[in-house]
């Protein structure tokens, strides 16, 4: 079946260093992937998603390359913030796994100043 | 805004009793989920639904039924919980928009059974 690995959290970084989280996937097909944020106290908000191969997503300054070849999704930023502290999720939708999304589990950012 | 809401927010219950969360949207959309948040298994599917009064299993559904009688609202029952159904509970929605379906969440339910 379809799972996804992630890299263990906590990160800790200081305010404008540069952020990888690593995200690697197991899946028949072609599946859409996904990176969400879920800031203390709230929901998971949708973060960047690509679809295809070699797509990549981008939103508030993180990016993500979907690299088919080494089934990777690897979210980025070049300047982190104290505001971007939270938990970030890969997922992954499709690919043999019908329609439900198959999650990370999870990787905890905290930003210092 | 994916016009989700999720009551109640937060409960505590009893072993042995009954529970119902509900999650209510707003824009008519097909599919329905509900996952549980568990520190270490990232978000994992309970049940989910792809029409009025039709649902089907996740892979953590022992224990939870669910019902959808009318497009908006999809149940979440525990018949009788236990405190290894203390949780996060978040329901979600697929937007489909061409070959992309993307799920969008609810602000979630932090369930306690003690």
């Known amino acids: 079946g379809n799972s996804v690995t992630q890299m263990e959290g906590p990160v800790t970084l200081s305010e404008e260093a540069f952020l990888t989280i690593n995200c690697t996937y197991t899946?028949?097909?072609?599946?859409?992937l996904f990176w969400y944020v879920q800031y203390p106290g709230e929901g998971l908000q949708l973060l960047l998603k690509?679809?295809?191969?070699?797509d990549k997503g981008s939103n508030k300054g993180f990016e993500a390359t979907y690299r088919k070849e080494t089934t990777s999704f690897h979210l980025e930023k070049g300047s982190v913030q104290v505001s971007d502290s939270a938990v970030y999720f890969c997922?992954?939708?499709?690919?043999?796994?019908?329609?439900?999304?198959?999650f990370g589990t999870g990787t905890q950012l905290k930003v210092e100043l | 805004d994916a016009g989700i809401t999720q009551s109640p927010r937060h409960k505590v219950t009893e072993t042995g009793t009954p529970v119902t969360l509900r999650c209510h949207q707003t824009?008519?959309?097909?599919?329905m989920y509900w996952y549980r948040q568990d520190p270490g298994h990232g978000l994992r599917l309970i049940h989910y639904?792809?029409?009025?009064?039709?649902?089907d299993k996740g892979e953590v559904s022992d224990g939870y039924s669910v019902s959808r009688s009318k497009t908006e609202d999809f149940l979440l029952t525990l018949e009788s919980a236990t405190s290894s159904q203390t949780s996060v509970y978040f329901c979600?929605?697929?937007?489909?928009?061409?070959?992309?379906?993307?799920?969008?969440f609810g602000p979630g339910t932090r369930l306690t059974v003690l």
């Open positions: 979600a929605i697929s937007v489909v928009a061409g070959e992309s379906d993307t799920q969008y």
């Open positions: 899946a028949t097909g072609y599946p859409s």
């Open positions: 690509a679809t295809k191969a070699d």
């Open positions: 997922a992954l939708h499709g690919g043999g796994g019908g329609n439900k999304l198959t």
């Open positions: 824009e008519n959309h097909r599919y």
């Open positions: 639904s792809y029409g009025v009064k039709d649902t």
